[in-house]
């Protein structure tokens, strides 16, 4: 008899933009639909992380065969939040555990409710997801059952907080996305004898619509390269965009730059940078499959599906150098190159851009390392066999003797 | 079998770069590199459009990033090194522009007494640390010359294997063991599978690229990682067991005390230490792995071992190997341990 599977994780729904999240819901859909699992989600009526309004209906509801429950915040994040986290940020790991659970609360989503039902419910096995929010941290304290944290963790302030140990301490399993962020969780919280597992996320399927790139971009035939993801500050994608922009100055030509996503941070478009906003699954995949190269400029990046995507069309890769995640991905790999400064980024650009065998030699590695790491099926068997082993080897990490 | 303690990841076998495009993407990326330094000299960027492009960059780069060198940082502190009294007075509003004009003119003398001093105290600072930098590549270049060879794990085929004379004795050490067991260098898992089979909870981890990686699809717990840095990162005391071989043998004394000194703080009272050997004897045969000649240590002999287990608070024995090449220390962790000698 197969484990039933609960997933604690902030937001839910495919109307919820974050890469934790969708991340949740994947693994949540394809645990029930590839390997026949129960699996139920404990999620807020939220979808915007910041405010984390009470949008979606609670209670109960069946999504793509997997439960979903539903419960109502007590508080998003509160004006408090900003002065205590600036004054927690220079300093984290020296903030008290006062301060640091103040923290928490602030960020939100308090959930009482879920914490509750959670307590309540009859899972053999709960899956955390991300280790940021209060749901995990007060739900890891309230559950009996076997605990696995699936960290999405960066190199970000907030992961030096105290009141994080206890939470890393407290997983009986841990599932990372990369071995980067494995190393990163390490550095900063001694967790590395807990068991654990580098999994990431599956690819695809693509969905492709059939149509030209170019045409969807209304470019005609011009050549271009595509970011795709959040358009945000924080991602990257400004600097991007003005570096584009210096690169077509001293490389005139007709190459175009395509910002594909949510903008949550305006770019001003022009004929050399369009910025799409959101576009459909099939108008993504064309856009990707047509593109000369696919850049992910965020630092913070905790896996970095869309790398992942570009590869699956054996589309090459540029990365930011200091993002772990996605340079790792470009190493094992070999289908990518990396950036640390402007000067990397024109070099790199121009090189690929010239260089069609280059290219293709990138894609394909790319391609190939998709398909031996990163397809549904055999990653989440994978996934079903470490839960199973997590279930048998039950909640007790530590016993009272060796 | 070099023991590669960059943190890099290794290549699954079969999967990742094979031998020929690594070679051609190692030449691509040292293309780039000699680009990027050539341009650079030549000085066909304004220093202050690539100081604020170098900023942008920064700006969201992750805090202590590995990935940075201290002199691309400090590309950015000159940028901000200087203050500027010269406040911007754009408005949108009708007039906003004089106003604002006006009390800058008003509060000139006293900004730039004060950024004045800032600007100094920036510089100095500033100027403080292309000092450290460059005495530090001085000083690394001088390292670098008289540098210790990289510790390795040394590959033993008769011994690293799970029909091994000592295996017997390790499954009997830590039968019934309830916390985890780790087994560094792992190799593609060989000592996790017997453990495992054994109802241990084993887990292993190994430095060398792609050893673990062939086997990171399968179930096993196995980690490309170095075995100092997991050693450091284990919760004190969680461990029931470690399982050292093939690695003391090949690494420098220094970095031997530490392994010890971290696997000692991961046990449990009553945990257990094994160290797997080759003997002194064994490490000169005509037979011994390449790694003998290419690091500058030999193995401790058992005696050693028992004796450095003892003042760390571990009953310690040492059994022999059949033909003396070899032999194998198995350390208890007494509670409370005895004082040291």
Same mark, same amino acid.
């Given at each position: 008899?197969?484990? *039933?599977?609960?997933?604690?994780?902030?937001?839910?729904?495919?109307?919820?933009?974050? $890469?934790?999240?969708?991340?949740?819901?994947?693994?949540?859909?394809?645990?029930?639909?590839?390997?026949?699992?129960?699996?139920?989600?404990?999620?807020?009526? %939220?979808?915007?992380?910041?405010?984390?309004?009470?949008?979606?209906?609670? $209670?109960?509801?069946?999504?793509?065969?997997?439960?979903?429950?539903?419960?109502?915040?007590?508080? $998003?994040?509160?004006?408090?939040?900003?002065?205590?986290?600036?004054?927690?940020?220079?300093?984290?790991?020296?903030?008290?555990?006062?301060?640091?659970?103040?923290?928490?609360?602030?960020?939100?989503?308090?959930?009482?409710?879920?914490?509750?039902?959670?307590?309540?419910?009859?899972?053999?096995?709960?899956?955390?997801?991300?280790?940021?929010?209060?749901?995990?941290?007060?739900?890891?304290?309230?559950?009996?059952?076997?605990?696995?944290?699936?960290?999405?963790?960066?190199?970000? !302030?907030?992961?030096?907080?105290?009141?994080?140990?206890?939470?890393?301490?407290?997983?009986?399993?841990?599932?990372?996305?990369? %071995?980067?962020?494995?190393?990163?969780?390490?550095?900063?919280?001694?967790?590395?004898?807990? !068991?654990?597992?580098?999994?990431?996320?599956?690819?695809?399927?693509?969905?492709?619509?059939?149509?030209?790139?170019?045409?969807?971009?209304?470019?005609?035939?011009?050549?271009?390269?595509?970011?795709?993801?959040?358009?945000?500050?924080?991602?990257?994608?400004?600097?991007?965009?003005?570096?584009?922009?210096?690169? *077509?100055?001293?490389?005139?030509?007709?190459?175009?730059?395509?910002?594909?996503?949510?903008?949550?941070?305006?770019? %001003?478009?022009?004929?050399?940078?369009?910025?799409?906003?959101?576009?459909?699954?099939?108008? *993504?995949?064309?856009?990707?499959?047509?593109?000369?190269?696919?850049?992910?400029?965020?630092?913070?990046?905790?896996?970095?599906?869309?790398?992942?995507?570009?590869?699956?069309?054996?589309?090459?890769?540029?990365?930011?150098?200091?993002?772990?995640?996605?340079?790792?991905?470009?190493?094992?790999? $070999?289908?990518?190159?990396?950036?640390?400064?402007?000067?990397?980024?024109?070099?790199?650009?121009?090189?690929?851009?010239?260089?069609?065998?280059?290219?293709?030699?990138?894609?394909?590695?790319?391609?190939?390392?998709?398909?031996?790491?990163?397809?549904?099926?055999?990653?989440?068997?994978?996934?079903?066999?470490?839960?199973?082993?997590?279930?048998?080897?039950?909640?007790?990490?530590?016993?009272?003797?060796? | 079998?070099?023991?590669?303690?960059?943190?890099? &990841?290794? @290549?699954?076998?079969?999967?990742?770069?094979?031998?020929?495009?690594?070679?051609?993407?190692?030449?691509?990326?040292?293309?780039?590199?000699?680009?990027?330094?050539?341009?650079?000299?030549?000085?066909?960027?304004?220093?202050?459009?690539?100081?604020?492009?170098?900023?942008?960059?920064?700006?969201?780069?992750?805090?202590?990033?590995?990935?940075?060198?201290?002199?691309?940082?400090?590309?950015?502190?000159?940028?901000?090194?200087?203050?500027?009294?010269? &406040?911007?007075?754009?408005?949108?509003?009708?007039?906003?522009?004089?106003?604002?004009?006006?009390?800058?003119?008003?509060?000139?003398?006293?900004?730039?007494?004060?950024? /004045?001093?800032?600007?100094?105290?920036?510089?100095?600072?500033?100027?403080?640390?292309?000092?450290?930098?460059?005495?530090?590549?001085?000083?690394?270049?001088? +390292?670098?010359?008289?540098?210790?060879?990289?510790?390795? &794990?040394?590959?033993?085929?008769?011994?690293?294997?799970?029909?091994?004379?000592?295996?017997? @004795?390790?499954?009997?050490?830590?039968?019934?063991?309830?916390?985890?067991?780790?087994?560094?260098?792992?190799?593609?898992?060989?000592?996790?599978?017997?453990?495992?089979?054994?109802?241990?909870?084993?887990?292993?981890?190994?430095?060398?690229?792609?050893?673990?990686?062939?086997?990171?699809?399968?179930?096993?717990?196995?980690?490309?990682?170095?075995?100092?840095?997991?050693?450091?990162? +284990?919760?004190?005391?969680?461990?029931?067991?470690?399982?050292?071989?093939?690695?003391?043998?090949?690494?420098? /004394?220094?970095?031997?005390? /530490?392994?010890?000194?971290?696997?000692?703080?991961?046990?449990?009272?009553?945990?257990?230490?094994?160290?797997?050997?080759?003997?002194?004897?064994?490490?000169?045969?005509?037979?011994?792995?390449?790694?003998?000649?290419?690091?500058?240590?030999?193995?401790?002999?058992?005696?050693?071992?028992?004796?450095?287990?003892?003042?760390?608070?571990?009953?310690?024995?040492?059994?022999?190997?059949?033909?003396?090449?070899?032999?194998?220390?198995?350390?208890?962790?007494?509670?409370?341990?005895?004082?040291?000698?």
């Amino acid at each position: 008899m197969t484990p *039933k599977v609960a997933f604690v994780t902030p937001r839910y729904g495919p109307e919820v933009m974050g $890469g934790a999240e969708t991340a949740a819901r994947q693994l949540a859909e394809h645990l029930t639909a590839g390997c026949g699992w129960t699996v139920e989600v404990f999620s807020t009526c %939220a979808v915007d992380h910041i405010t984390w309004d009470d949008v979606l209906d609670p $209670g109960d509801s069946v999504l793509n065969g997997v439960t979903v429950h539903r419960f109502r915040s007590a508080s $998003g994040r509160v004006p408090e939040f900003y002065d205590l986290d600036g004054r927690l940020r220079p300093a984290p790991a020296q903030a008290t555990m006062t301060d640091a659970r103040r923290w928490i609360e602030c960020n939100g989503p308090v959930t009482l409710d879920l914490v509750e039902a959670l307590r309540a419910a009859d899972a053999d096995v709960v899956a955390f997801y991300p280790y940021l929010y209060y749901p995990t941290v007060i739900g890891m304290e309230a559950v009996a059952v076997p605990r696995v944290l699936h960290p999405a963790a960066h190199d970000e !302030p907030a992961l030096y907080l105290p009141v994080f140990g206890p939470t890393f301490a407290g997983a009986d399993a841990i599932c990372y996305h990369t %071995a980067a962020e494995r190393r990163l969780v390490q550095r900063v919280h001694p967790v590395a004898q807990v !068991p654990q597992i580098v999994l990431g996320l599956g690819v695809g399927p693509v969905v492709e619509g059939g149509r030209a790139g170019a045409d969807i971009l209304g470019i005609g035939n011009r050549p271009y390269v595509v970011s795709v993801g959040r358009v945000d500050e924080h991602k990257g994608s400004a600097m991007l965009a003005r570096y584009f922009r210096l690169y *077509k100055e001293r490389h005139p030509g007709p190459l175009a730059l395509a910002l594909v996503g949510p903008v949550a941070a305006p770019i %001003a478009p022009d004929e050399d940078v369009i910025v799409t906003g959101v576009v459909s699954e099939p108008d *993504k995949w064309d856009l990707v499959r047509d593109a000369l190269v696919a850049v992910s400029p965020s630092a913070l990046e905790s896996f970095s599906l869309v790398v992942l995507e570009a590869w699956e069309q054996s589309v090459p890769v540029i990365v930011n150098a200091t993002c772990d995640p996605t340079r790792e991905h470009c190493e094992r790999s $070999g289908g990518g190159l990396w950036f640390g400064s402007f000067r990397e980024f024109e070099v790199v650009l121009e090189r690929l851009c010239s260089d069609g065998a280059l290219r293709a030699r990138l894609g394909s590695r790319g391609h190939d390392y998709v398909a031996s790491y990163y397809q549904w099926p055999s990653l989440i068997a994978r996934y079903a066999r470490f839960l199973t082993a997590v279930c048998e080897r039950g909640p007790s990490r530590v016993c009272a003797s060796a | 079998m070099t023991d590669d303690r960059s943190g890099t &990841v290794g @290549t699954p076998a079969g999967t990742g770069v094979e031998d020929a495009d690594r070679a051609y993407l190692a030449r691509v990326r040292a293309e780039i590199d000699e680009e990027v330094r050539r341009r650079r000299a030549s000085g066909d960027l304004p220093a202050q459009l690539e100081s604020e492009l170098d900023a942008l960059f920064l700006q969201h780069a992750p805090l202590g990033s590995t990935r940075q060198e201290l002199h691309e940082v400090l590309r950015l502190v000159d940028a901000a090194a200087f203050i500027d009294p010269v &406040v911007p007075v754009e408005s949108s509003r009708p007039g906003g522009a004089v106003v604002k004009k006006s009390i800058r003119s008003m509060n000139f003398w006293y900004l730039r007494f004060i950024t /004045h001093q800032v600007s100094q105290f920036t510089t100095a600072v500033s100027r403080s640390l292309h000092i450290l930098d460059h005495q530090l590549a001085g000083l690394t270049a001088k +390292v670098e010359a008289v540098e210790v060879p990289p510790s390795v &794990v040394v590959d033993v085929a008769r011994a690293h294997r799970a029909d091994a004379w000592w295996v017997p @004795t390790v499954e009997a050490e830590l039968d019934g063991c309830r916390r985890r067991v780790l087994h560094a260098a792992c190799g593609d898992g060989w000592l996790v599978a017997v453990l495992t089979a054994r109802g241990v909870d084993g887990y292993g981890v190994d430095p060398r690229g792609g050893r673990v990686a062939a086997q990171e699809l399968g179930d096993m717990d196995l980690r490309e990682e170095s075995v100092l840095d997991h050693l450091r990162a +284990v919760e004190a005391g969680a461990l029931g067991g470690v399982v050292l071989s093939g690695l003391m043998e090949g690494s420098g /004394h220094g970095e031997r005390r /530490h392994l010890l000194e971290s696997a000692v703080a991961a046990l449990a009272p009553g945990g257990v230490l094994v160290v797997h050997s080759l003997t002194p004897s064994g490490w000169d045969a005509a037979d011994a792995p390449v790694e003998a000649d290419l690091v500058q240590t030999r193995p401790y002999r058992p005696a050693t071992w028992t004796q450095l287990l003892g003042d760390l608070g571990f009953e310690a024995t040492a059994s022999p190997g059949p033909d003396g090449r070899d032999y194998l220390v198995v350390g208890r962790r007494l509670s409370p341990p005895p004082e040291t000698r």
